[in-house]
């Protein structure tokens, strides 16, 4: 089992930035990849940000050149700051870890971390 716990998260103003921060603990050996995921009321869960234990990182269209992932998988942390923060990047984000054992793919959550961006 994975742990992931959040934070950072809260009420910012349109332009501002948070920067959420995510640790894993447990069994964390063959983490393949973490990633931040966000899902807005009513919407479905999106992927917004993942980082490789290789440093390859993608994003959603929307939200890149203002947000950014960082971290180090094999220290077991992973960020994402958000900067240019816009009232529709109002969400629950998600940490998410991809273990791969005899290459199948286990996903864990962590219990989310709200964000509110106010117009």
């Known amino acids: 089992q994975v742990q992931l716990v959040e934070s950072g998260g809260g009420l910012v103003q349109a332009g501002g930035s948070l920067r959420l921060s995510c640790a894993a603990s447990?069994?964390?050996?063959?983490?393949?990849?973490m990633a931040w995921y966000r899902q807005a009321p009513g919407k479905q869960r999106e992927l917004v940000a993942r980082?490789?234990?290789?440093?390859?990182?993608n994003y959603a269209d929307s939200v890149k050149g203002r947000f950014t992932i960082s971290g180090d998988i094999p220290k077991n942390t992973v960020y994402l700051q958000m900067n240019s923060l816009k009232p529709e990047d109002t969400a629950v984000y998600y940490c998410?870890?991809?273990?791969?054992?005899?290459?199948?793919?286990?996903?864990?959550w962590g219990q989310g971390t709200q964000v509110t961006v106010s117009s």
């Open positions: 998410n870890a991809d273990k791969v054992v005899r290459n199948v793919h286990y996903p864990y």
């Open positions: 447990g069994s964390i050996d063959s983490l393949n990849a």
């Open positions: 980082i490789t234990s290789g440093g390859i990182t």
